[in-house]
Nanobody, 114 residues
């Protein structure tokens, strides 16, 4: 069983920064793919960033150059550093991981004001 707990969301003005954390417990190892999705009101959930089993990183085009995904394997924690935030980044951000199946965190709200 895997549990994912996000933290670090909040309210920020456009141009500001936030750092999201996802603490993983259970059968999660450094080779497991992990990443972040987000869902804005009235929209579908969309991939933001992903670390593959080979530690390659993938970003959606709209966040490239502004967001950085990383993980600390010793602490079983994944991060999403978000800089130059825009109002369109406002959403609930979800951590996910693939182990025996896909696991999701409970989500953390990010609100960016203009």
């Amino acid at each position: 069983q895997v549990q994912l707990v996000e933290s670090g969301g909040g309210y920020v003005q456009a141009g500001g920064s936030l750092r999201l954390s996802c603490a993983a417990s259970g059968s999660i190892f450094s080779h497991n793919p992990m990443g972040w999705y987000r869902q804005a009101p009235g929209s579908q959930r969309e991939l933001v960033a992903h670390i593959t089993s080979g530690d390659n990183t993938i970003y959606r085009d709209s966040v490239k150059g502004r967001f950085t995904i990383s993980r600390d394997n010793a602490k079983n924690t994944m991060f999403l550093q978000m800089n130059s935030l825009k109002p369109e980044d406002t959403a609930v951000y979800y951590c996910w991981a693939v182990a025996s199946r896909v696991y999701w965190g409970q989500g953390t709200q990010v609100t960016v004001s203009s």
